[in-house]
């Protein structure tokens, strides 16, 4: 299967990862840091996307901050000083597979998936 991949410019960052936000419920997500002292470690593991989106102010502003989880708990991951945006699109289908936000020394990715409708269910809890 042909991947497309693309980087997102800097000035787009905000509006780009506002329309993933947006997307239905789901849109479910895999998250993995990979740091070059600690490798990799995975921070959330199918688990539905809340939001993510570029911050504007405050001390944090430039940061791009990531939200997933359910009603019963949430886990947030802060990228705090992104250096570029890379997604990964399917060829044919033109979907999101997964999003690059890379850092100095580092990178989170999110890898999106189809949630089941067990996913879905569980979701509400």
């Not at 000083?81 to 033109?94: F, I, K, N, R, V």
Request: proline residues 3%; contains cysteine; aromatic residues 6%.
């Amino acid at each position: 299967m042909a991947h497309i991949n693309q980087e997102i410019p800097r000035e787009q960052w905000e509006s780009y990862l506002a329309g993933i936000s947006r997307q239905d419920a789901t849109q479910w997500v895999r998250v993995e840091s990979i740091d070059a002292e600690t490798g990799d470690q995975p921070l959330a593991d199918r688990l539905p996307l809340v939001d993510i989106s570029l911050e504007r102010k405050g001390s944090d502003a430039g940061a791009v901050q990531i939200i997933v989880g359910r009603e019963d708990g949430r886990i947030t991951h802060r990228i705090l000083e992104p250096d570029h945006l890379y997604a990964e699109l399917d060829g044919e289908s033109g979907a999101l597979e997964c999003l690059e936000i890379g850092e100095r020394g580092g990178k989170t990715l999110v890898f999106f998936e189809r949630a089941t409708e067990a996913d879905e269910a569980s979701a509400r809890f």
